[in-house]
């Protein structure tokens, strides 16, 4: 049974559009992130959610909006996909109130933008 | 700004060597550092160190942190050429659980 997956694997669109990414992880953890890998894999976190509230909120354009319909699903939306978008983004997911910080990870869905 | 730093960022060596691999960081509310591997998709745990100068090992590889030094170690003994992958060094600090990701070692072991 797969862990953390996230739909789709691949997205190729062009500049200006809108697009969605699907995560969901059956572990039973309280907590999922979304991270984003850019072309010189630096992985740098964008989101977190705990329980379906927002926790962590980096930096990050305001095209981008999660959504997390319950603790096991969490969605990245992203308006007015522009090229520098284009990168590996990873869903993952963690139980908060364990000592370990151990976070599982999703395949990633690799975004290109043209 | 949380920042985690790695080195070397690149390493070529033939199978059977010992690597080193190393991280460090500068944190606040330090709560632990995790190596993972990552190869051509997704980064798997290998370790999480807390406590200083204690090492966890699995396999040929091992970990430790020094606390004093803000710096933790990465070993890999007889490498092989399955070990060739990206190393990442993560850092949890602050609140929630919040990873900050080094840049990574590109591991490439040769025959």
């Known amino acids: 049974d797969t862990a953390v997956s996230q739909t789709p694997k691949y997205l190729v669109t062009q500049m200006g559009n809108d697009k969605s990414i699907k995560c969901e992880q059956n572990?039973?953890?309280?907590?999922m992130y979304w991270y984003k890998q850019d072309s010189k894999k630096f992985l740098k976190i964008m989101f977190s959610?705990?329980?379906?509230?927002?926790?962590i909120n980096e930096t990050v354009p305001n095209r981008f909006s999660p959504k997390s319909p319950d603790k096991a699903h969490l969605n990245l939306h992203i308006n007015s996909l522009e090229l520098g978008d284009s990168a590996v983004y990873f869903c993952?997911?963690?139980?908060?109130?364990?000592?370990?910080?151990?976070?599982?990870f999703g395949p990633g869905t690799r975004l290109t933008v043209t | 700004e949380d920042k985690v730093v790695q080195s070397p960022l690149s390493l070529v060596v033939h199978e059977g060597d010992t690597v080193t691999l190393n991280c460090s960081y500068e944190?606040?509310?330090?709560?632990?550092l995790l190596w993972y591997k990552q190869e051509k998709k997704a980064p798997t745990f290998l370790f999480m160190l807390?406590?200083?100068?204690i090492e966890k090992k699995s396999g040929r590889l091992s970990s430790i942190l020094d606390k004093k030094e803000l710096s933790s170690i990465l070993n890999i003994t007889a490498t092989q050429t399955g070990d060739s992958a990206i190393y990442l060094c993560?850092?949890?600090?602050?609140?929630?659980?919040?990873?900050?990701f080094g840049t990574g070692t590109r591991l490439q072991v040769t025959l």
């Open positions: 993952a997911s963690s139980q908060l109130d364990r000592p370990s910080g151990e976070q599982y």
């Open positions: 572990l039973g953890h309280d907590t």
């Open positions: 959610y705990n329980n379906k509230e927002l926790i």
């Open positions: 944190v606040t509310n330090f709560r632990s």
């Open positions: 807390t406590s200083s100068g």
């Open positions: 993560a850092v949890e600090g602050g609140t929630a659980s919040k990873l900050t």
